[in-house]
């Protein structure tokens, strides 16, 4: 594959922090799921730095590419490279972007890829581009996904007071009595973080919604 050279700077100097030890935490603590180099988060972030500069200089297209060929790198921490240059291009992101971002949720999904996309990423994205909404949920409600549906539900997190409050409870409604746990947990993350900016909307919904024990006890963590 051709790299971008920024791209092959990047792989360089993350596969020179190279920690067998390490790597073998960080994968057991994701269930396996990824393999990792074993460079922990404050690390990865000192080697990024240097890195900000050049991406600024980036046009769309060129750093769009550098996202993309760091995510289909083997190794997690590529994935988080790419999520932290594409939110400091989130200023830059045009409505046809939208696949770009989606992409970010469906492949290489864990927590903590989805929930950074869902809640900085998209709903950044969402923010800019409200009329996106509608389509959208009504896109990723029909598939089987439980990521795009975790997303519909806590791409919000950061609205406060401009959270959209129907939406919100339908889509919590809607998965109410959804069995899995990312769901479950997503529905109570979504309405604890709405609680601080309207309780007593969120405690009179949970009076009267049928939600799982799980999603109640996130809920209720503010009230």
């Given at each position: 594959?051709?790299?971008?050279?920024?791209?092959?700077?990047?792989?360089?100097?993350?596969?020179?922090?190279?920690?067998?030890?390490?790597?073998?935490?960080?994968?057991?603590?994701?269930?396996?799921?990824?393999?990792?180099?074993?460079?922990?988060?404050?690390?990865?972030?000192?080697?990024?730095?240097?890195?900000?500069?050049?991406?600024?200089?980036?046009?769309?297209?060129?750093?769009?590419k550098v996202v993309d060929q760091l995510w289909n790198q083997?190794?997690?921490?590529?994935?988080?490279?790419?999520?932290?240059?594409?939110?400091?291009?989130?200023?830059d992101l045009q409505p046809e972007h939208f696949p770009f971002?989606?992409?970010?949720?469906?492949?290489?999904?864990?927590?903590?890829?989805?929930?950074?996309?869902?809640?900085?990423?998209?709903?950044?994205?969402?923010?800019?581009?409200?009329?996106?909404?509608?389509?959208?949920?009504?896109?990723?409600?029909?598939?089987?996904?439980?990521?795009?549906?975790?997303?519909?539900?806590?791409?919000?997190?950061?609205?406060?007071?401009?959270?959209?409050?129907?939406?919100?409870?339908?889509?919590?409604?809607?998965?109410?009595?959804?069995?899995?746990?990312?769901?479950?947990?997503?529905?109570?993350?979504?309405?604890?973080?709405?609680?601080?900016?309207?309780?007593?909307?969120?405690?009179?919904?949970?009076?009267?919604?049928?939600?799982?024990?799980?999603?109640?006890?996130?809920?209720?963590?503010?009230?």
């Amino acid at each position: 594959m051709n790299f971008h050279p920024l791209t092959s700077k990047i792989i360089k100097a993350f596969n020179a922090h190279l920690d067998d030890e390490l790597a073998i935490g960080m994968k057991a603590y994701m269930k396996g799921h990824f393999d990792y180099l074993g460079i922990k988060s404050p690390v990865r972030n000192e080697i990024l730095k240097p890195f900000f500069s050049e991406l600024k200089e980036l046009e769309t297209k060129e750093w769009m590419k550098v996202v993309d060929q760091l995510w289909n790198q083997k190794f997690r921490e590529f994935q988080y490279a790419a999520l932290v240059f594409t939110d400091r291009k989130i200023k830059d992101l045009q409505p046809e972007h939208f696949p770009f971002l989606e992409k970010m949720i469906t492949e290489k999904s864990w927590w903590d890829s989805v929930d950074t996309v869902a809640s900085n990423l998209m709903g950044a994205y969402f923010k800019k581009y409200p009329e996106k909404i509608p389509a959208a949920i009504k896109q990723w409600t029909k598939t089987e996904n439980f990521w795009l549906h975790r997303t519909c539900i806590i791409f919000q997190l950061k609205y406060g007071v401009n959270t959209d409050q129907k939406l919100l409870f339908e889509l919590c409604t809607k998965y109410a009595m959804e069995k899995e746990f990312f769901i479950r947990k997503a529905i109570g993350w979504a309405l604890r973080q709405y609680s601080k900016y309207n309780p007593k909307a969120v405690e009179e919904f949970i009076q009267k919604q049928k939600l799982s024990p799980l999603s109640i006890k996130e809920a209720s963590k503010y009230l």
